[in-house]
């Protein structure tokens, strides 16, 4: 079975206290789902047409556990605190079944 991924993109951060909160509890809730972080946050080298931007790469054991966590009550009560606080591109997407 594919594991599962969540990939973001941030393409802009308005509040950094609304971040911080946010991260805070958004660790321990994936966690809780089953993911683990393979990119938080870091040195970012961008190229073609990719921009500069910090991104945050979770692995789920499946496409369908990832799904589930990011569309989960939990998670969605954290992802509120982050409101308004940055602007994201947000995936969930399926890795190659080797």
Do not use: N
């Not at 909160?21 to 660790?27: C, F, H, I, N, R």
């Amino acid at each position: 079975m594919a594991k599962g991924y969540w990939i973001a993109a941030y393409r802009a951060i308005h509040d950094e206290s609304k971040l911080a909160a946010y991260g805070a509890l958004a660790g321990p809730a994936v966690k809780a789902a089953g993911g683990r972080f393979l990119v938080r946050g870091g040195e970012v080298a961008a190229f073609e047409a990719g921009l500069k931007q910090r991104t945050v790469v979770v692995e789920f054991p499946s496409y369908e556990q990832a799904l589930a966590a990011y569309q989960s009550k939990a998670y969605q009560e954290v992802l509120a605190i982050l409101g308004d606080g940055a602007e994201r591109d947000a995936r969930v997407v399926a890795g190659v079944d080797d």
